[in-house]
T-cell receptor, first 113, second 112 residues
């Protein structure tokens, strides 16, 4: 049973427009959510996070929104740049997972010039 | 700034062979992890070490053993490789268990 789901395997966005990546979770005990970015042949790198006590966190072009009632979070990238083309993973942890990260399957973002 | 270093980057094994994947971090982190990533799936935790001297099973520990050699190094051993262990393996470290993790570049392992 996947506790963290990224239902879009891929997403294509025009350069300069907004990219929105979605993530759903089933475990209401998760209390911290993270987004990682991964380029081919490299390990994931941390991008942005949000605590369950907040509904928004912003860092430059990246904003993460959390809707606890819907068990949904999203990552917005504005404006999208060619270097943003990568696989984005949503991950979560909480007491239930013994504070170990539970990962989604990832969404491949392609930024078209 | 080396961060997390994994060796080797690529390996092909025959079924039944053994090997050890090495991982070292230079960030003085307390916690270290081994993950595997398979196509269409997220990363799955194999084993972790919350602090030097401790190791615990993750989600998919069968067929693997680990050693936290010291604070810097955390190795993953496959005693008898199976084709189901064909995967990309990532080592990671974090300051504490519930903080952001930093990853190595990965080891692509093929078992034939």
């Amino acid at each position: 049973d996947q506790q963290v789901k990224q239902n879009s395997p891929s997403l294509s966005v025009q350069e300069g427009r907004i990219s929105i990546l979605n993530c759903d979770y089933t475990n209401s005990m998760f209390d911290y959510f993270l987004w990682y970015k991964k380029y081919p042949a490299e390990g994931p790198t941390f991008l942005i996070s949000i605590s369950s006590i907040k509904d928004k966190n912003e860092d430059g072009r990246f904003t993460v929104f959390l809707n606890k009632s819907a068990k949904h979070l999203s990552l917005h990238i504005v404006p999208s740049q060619p270097g943003d083309s990568a696989v984005y993973f949503c991950a979560a942890w909480g007491m239930d997972s013994n504070y170990q990260l539970i990962w989604g399957a990832g969404t491949k973002l392609i930024i078209k010039p | 700034n080396a961060g997390v270093t994994q060796t080797p980057k690529f390996q092909v094994l025959k079924t039944g062979q053994s090997m050890t994947l090495q991982c070292a971090q230079d960030m003085n982190h307390n916690s270290m992890y081994w993950y595997r990533q398979d196509p269409g799936m997220g990363l799955r935790l194999i084993y972790y070490s919350a602090s030097e001297g401790t190791t615990d099973k993750g989600e998919v520990p069968n067929g693997y053993n680990v050693s936290r050699l010291n604070k810097r190094e955390f190795s993953l051993r496959l005693e008898s490789a199976a084709p189901s262990q064909t995967s990309v393996y990532f080592c990671a470290s974090s300051e504490l268990t519930a903080t952001e993790a930093f990853f190595g570049q990965g080891t692509r392992l093929t078992v034939v």
